[in-house]
């Protein structure tokens, strides 16, 4: 029999020796009494919430909301030739929406995580998927003439994701632990690349269902708004470092000390930095890979310059499918190799990140190689480079995760994506199309030049993620010694602090620690 807290009884519940409170809490059987009564419906309706707030429930819904946060972020990347038509635009200011889009996404990520150690998590995430979704639909209303007021709004866009990026991951780190961690993490972040591969198919898919690409814009929110509600009835609200025996534990009153505890902290800091690599690449990629390679088929004469109302979206669509796959497989190899690896080493986690980085830069250079006489060739080399670039996403998540304390992941995660953002994407997109700019005014405009320019510029990014290998490379160097030191002080805050007693004495009474 289950009883709830007001005294009503459920039926269908199992006849054990066990209460069920609505916060969750158990108890010791209570005997039928006569003073119980049906449950109300709307008391049903709360009881069965409870049963199903599971771990793996809320991670599934996370897990889905981080593939809505992506795609939501990749679909204008999507129909950025048409975006580009539209608005009249030169490649450096059509770089501007992400630029923007990350600025403000990083600038808030800060503030999330300092709210996410301290208050209710799954409130902040519902409020922000539902805040990105209304933007993101108001956005496919803009006209022409008001270029800047689309670039404001994925700047608002930003913000929302941005609470989500900095708070999802901790509550999927205080419902689960070690293996089990790693292995939902991995399903956590395989949305990035899904996500991103799914909104370029989104896009390019609606505009030309609707032959429009405002259309591409008025999908991904109404499901952003489901998922915000799902959040509300079904994510559970872990106490913070519940996995890790620490609950009851509060987070630092003081960010200075906790900021003060992360800049000490080498492993996360190398780490950091070396993911700053990825976004740098990933977000350059994003954006123009699809643009560089319909410009190498108009320069084989195999397809038009985009002149009509809808441009063509092959290019995306593949570009989209790829990133699917490799981020799948680059997620499960990643994985797996970790695994595999620990039992070699117990610096694995940056050492598979730091050899994944430096086998991926090798065949990124070799897209700008074959691409002028080969599409499938580039599309072959883009395949295994990203699949190895994605390899390292879980594993620096789960770096951070074994090197900072529960109580301060929130923050820290915050300040990573901060890093990653303000020396990556927020660069990238707006530099790689300001190095193609100038390199175009450069000689006389013609299609080739176009191609070419684009291809120089983004031959940067190769360059980066060997920069990239070597940070982690320079983790591997700290991360035992950082490793045991989280240890060492997550056991001393799992210790119950010293009790008060109070001793009656003659001159009255005395309170001394246990």
Known sequence: MCVESDGCEIEGCSSSDEVRTLSGSMSPGLMPSPDLHPCKPGQKFRAALLRCRSPAAAAGILSFGNVLNYMDRYTVAGVLLDIQRHYDVTDSNLGLLQTVFICSFMVAAPIFGYLGDRFNRKVILSCGIFFWSIVTLSSSFISKEYYWLFVLSRGLVGIGESSYTSISPTIIGDLYT???????????????????GLGYILGSGAKEAAEDWHCALRVSPFLGITVSALILLFVPEPKRGSADQMEGR????????????????????????????????????????????????????????????????????????????????GVVIGAATTRFCRRKTERADPLVCAVSMLGSAIFICLIFVVAKNSITGAYVCIFIGETLLFMNWVITADILMFVVIPTRRATAIAFQTFISH?????????????????????????????????????????????????????????????????????????????????????????????
Do not use: H
């Open 178 to 196: 070690n293996n089990s961690r790693t292995m939902m993490l991995s399903i956590f972040y395989l949305a990035i690349p899904l996500g991103s």
């Open 250 to 329: 509060k987070a630092s009153p003081s960010w200075i000390s906790d900021m003060k505890a992360l800049a000490k902290n080498r492993s996360y800091v190398f780490s950091s930095v070396a993911s700053a690599t990825v976004t740098f690449a990933v977000g350059a990629f994003g954006m123009y890979i699809p643009i560089y390679l319909f410009r190498a088929q108009v320069v084989q004469k195999e397809v038009e310059a985009c002149t009509s109302k809808v441009c063509s979206s092959k290019d995306s669509l593949i570009f989209g499918a790829i990133t699917c796959v490799t981020g799948l497989l």
């Open 422 to 514: 303000v020396l990556g994407d927020a660069i990238s997109p707006y530099l790689i199309g300001l190095i193609s700019d100038e390199l175009q005014q450069s000689y006389a405009s013609s299609e080739l030049w176009k191609f070419l320019s684009l291809g120089y510029a983004l031959m940067l990014c190769p360059f980066i993620i060997v920069l990239g290998g070597m940070f982690f490379l320079a983790t591997a160097l700290f991360f035992l010694d950082d490793k045991e030191k989280a240890e060492q002080l997550k056991k001393l805050m799992q210790q119950p602090p010293p009790s008060s007693v109070k001793v009656i004495s003659r001159r009255g009474p005395i309170c001394t620690d246990v």
